[in-house]
T-cell receptor
Framework: GIQVEQSPPDLILQEGANSTLRCNFSDSVNNLQWFHQNPWGQLINLFYIPSGTKQNGRLSATTVATERYSLLYISSSQTTDSGVYFCAAGGSNYKLTFGKGTLLTVNP | GAVVSQHPSWVICKSGTSVKIECRSLDFQATTMFWYRQFPKQSLMLMATSNEGSKATYEQGVEKDKFLINHASLTLSTLTVTSAHPEDSSFYIC?????????FGEGSWLTVV
């Protein structure tokens, strides 16, 4: 099956800083999504981005499918951005394989 | 966006008993739902794909007789953990797709004592 690797595993930022999270996947995918899991466990879909670039406010994501990686950019980070960011990839059957996540801590 | 609701959010049960977790799509119909399991500080592991009106498809290594999945309607899938043991304690999350976007329920924390 598809292997998904995320880096870095942990990231500590000062409020206002920018960051880039990376996701590498082992095979061609039809589905690539980024999620944020808050401290209470709720998972929120950030981007569906099997290729190309998307932006939503302070967040943006880019997937280079031919090189099998995706990047999530967080600009002007806020304490509410803290949590775990997961990348998940899948094929045509909609089953997603999740990476191990990046634990982001934004300090005031 | 679409809303997926899980119930209960927290459940504590005694070892050897069974517990049922419900996953509902509140404002859309979901022919397919997915059940995941997450251990503390770990990633999500897909347990099974729940298909409305048919048997669930379980991932390798998941005991189908222990984790019973029923998807009897287009808005409800249930996961029953049978004869629960402390090692079954975990965070269970369901999801459903709308188009290409996946929406997750709030998750259910199961503690078996």
């Amino acid at each position: 099956g598809i292997q998904v690797e995320q880096s870095p595993p942990d990231l500590i930022l000062q409020e206002g800083a920018n960051s880039t999270l990376r996701c590498n996947f082992s095979d061609s995918v039809n589905n690539l999504q980024w999620f944020h899991q808050n401290p209470w466990g709720q998972l929120i879909n950030l981007f569906y981005i099997p290729s190309g670039t998307k932006q939503n406010g302070r967040l943006s994501a880019t997937t280079v499918a031919t090189e099998r990686y995706s990047l999530l950019y967080i600009s002007s980070s806020q304490t509410t951005d803290s949590g775990v960011y997961f990348c998940a990839a899948g094929g045509s059957n909609y089953k997603l394989t999740f990476g191990k996540g990046t634990l982001l801590t934004v300090n005031p | 966006g679409a809303v997926v609701s899980q119930h209960p959010s927290w459940v504590i049960c005694k070892s050897g008993t069974s517990v049922k977790i419900e996953c509902r799509s509140l404002d859309f119909q979901a022919t397919t739902m997915f059940w995941y399991r997450q251990f503390p500080k770990q990633s999500l592991m897909l347990m099974a794909t729940s298909n409305e009106g048919s048997k669930a498809t379980y991932e390798q290594g998941v005991e189908k007789d222990k984790f019973l999945i029923n998807h009897a309607s287009l808005t409800l899938s249930t996961l029953t953990v049978t004869s629960a043991h402390p090692e079954d304690s975990s965070f269970y999350i369901c999801s459903a797709m709308v188009g290409n976007t996946i929406y997750f329920g709030e998750g259910s924390w199961l503690t078996v004592v």
